[in-house]
């Protein structure tokens, strides 16, 4: 069982950056790729980032090439998403998550929800115009 706490989010004006943090309980932690989604109210929960756990492949969905950085820290059992350039659209609870099926392959870096077994509550972010 992987339990994931979120932290780090909150209120900026837009073009300011963020940097959130996923802790991870769970030996298997280093073995898993992890994921940042984000839920805007009335829209479905999307991919922000995700990393494979070996930590040298990642993949940003549109709305993060450019701006975000994922990265993971096996060591400390972190994952971190630092959000640059921040806009308005980008309010949402951000989520992170953990993929247990990943660990046959270092790197391998699930884009669904569905791939996704773990998730922590969520950290909300508000970005102000």
């Known amino acids: 069982q992987v339990q994931l706490v979120e932290s780090g989010g909150g209120l900026v004006q837009a073009g300011d950056s963020l940097s959130l943090s996923c802790e991870a309980s769970g030996r298997a932690f280093s073995m898993y790729a992890m994921g940042w989604f984000r839920q805007a109210p009335g829209k479905e929960r999307e991919l922000v980032a995700a990393?494979?756990?070996?930590?040298?492949?990642?993949y940003y969905g549109d709305s993060g090439k450019g701006r975000f950085t994922i990265s993971r820290d096996n060591a400390k059992i972190t994952v971190d998403l630092q959000m640059n350039s921040l806009k308005p659209e980008y309010t949402a609870v951000y989520y992170c998550?953990?993929?247990?099926?990943?660990?046959?392959?270092?790197?391998?870096?699930?884009?669904?929800?569905?791939?996704?077994?773990?998730w922590g509550q969520g950290t909300q972010v508000t970005v102000s115009s």
């Open positions: 998550a953990a993929d247990p099926q990943s660990s046959r392959a270092s790197w391998l870096v699930p884009r669904s929800p569905h791939e996704y077994d773990f």
């Open positions: 990393i494979s756990w070996g930590g040298r492949n990642t």
